[in-house]
């Protein structure tokens, strides 16, 4: 589910053929013995399963990892952030996480939370739901389906008939509405939204704007904002100094999502159709 832990009740979910009539596009044949390119990078097992077993988590998670460092690497150089004369670029993770330092430097530097931040969301979403049986192309194919069906629609409403109306055979489509939540990611009863959707969501600023796909944890999202509801003039004061931090994150995370989309636009990423065994295999040689 979105809210972590719960369920949000309404939600639906299709099952049959697309009704757009086109089959998701083909897997790549072998990458040149990678599992994986960015760009001009190339991703190997081996270094696939190294990251796996440093950070403990599943390779499919590290890979992920590794295609967003390089992506964010690549719009550090693009920022010229690798000429740098006092640090020596010494991988795609350096250059990642130096990015990273510097988006948080420009949230904070950005003041205090405004009026608009400092306001609650109630959004509308379809989200294609993660599956091991569904792979992220098909997954992405769907969303992007979506994205184009429910382009025009002139209410909330007419949204989830829209997103409704979308049949894949290859996954779960669920759509429901969520909030409202604020920039901490909270809703009044003190569940949590996840925190990728939280800015996206954000970053629709009118009634009415949609989203292009998001990816979350639980899926691929197109958000349509319903409501933005203005904080209580009799608290907003506190309020912004109780939110600082999380706006700060907010502001952070809405940018780092925002050039590792805008990368990926414009960034080919070819995905080893044979990768999970090419990783075992990594893993087996791994001392």
Not at 85 to 107: E, F, Y
Not at 142 to 160: D, K, L, Q
Not at 250 to 275: C, F, H, N, W
Request: a positive charge.
């Amino acid at each position: 589910m979105l809210l972590r832990g719960w369920s949000i009740g309404g939600a639906a979910c299709v099952g049959v053929a697309l009704s757009c009539g086109r089959a998701p596009p083909s897997s790549r044949a072998a990458l040149d013995g990678a599992v994986a390119r960015v760009g001009g990078t190339r991703v190997s097992a081996t270094l696939v399963a190294t990251a796996a077993a440093a950070k403990a988590v599943a390779p499919r998670r590290a890979l992920g990892a590794i295609v967003d460092d390089e992506l964010l690497a690549q719009g550090a150089r693009a920022r010229h952030l690798d000429g740098a004369s006092d640090v020596v670029w010494a991988s795609a993770t350096t250059l990642a996480d130096r990015l990273t330092i510097h988006v948080a430097d420009a949230a904070r530097s950005a003041g205090p939370p405004t009026d608009d931040e400092l306001s609650s969301r109630v959004v509308v979403h379809a989200v294609v739901r993660r599956s091991t049986s569904v792979s992220a192309r098909d997954a992405l194919y769907v969303a992007s389906t979506i994205e184009r069906a429910v382009a025009g629609a002139t209410s909330a409403e007419a949204f989830e008939d829209r997103a409704r109306s979308v049949h894949p055979a290859v996954a779960r489509v669920v759509v429901e509405r969520v909030g409202p939540f604020g920039a901490d990611a909270s809703t009044a009863s003190g569940r949590s939204v996840d925190p990728t959707f939280v800015a996206a969501a954000f970053s629709l600023h009118s009634v009415g704007q949609t989203s292009p796909v998001v990816e979350t944890r639980f899926g691929w999202h197109v958000i349509r904002l319903v409501e933005r509801i203005a904080p209580d003039p009799s608290v907003i004061e506190s309020r912004r100094s109780e939110l600082a931090n999380a706006v700060v994150e907010l502001r952070a995370r809405g940018a780092i999502d925002a050039l590792v989309a805008a990368r990926r636009r414009t960034t080919s990423i070819d995905i080893e159709s044979g990768v999970d065994a090419l990783i075992a295999a990594a893993f087996a040689r791994a001392p």
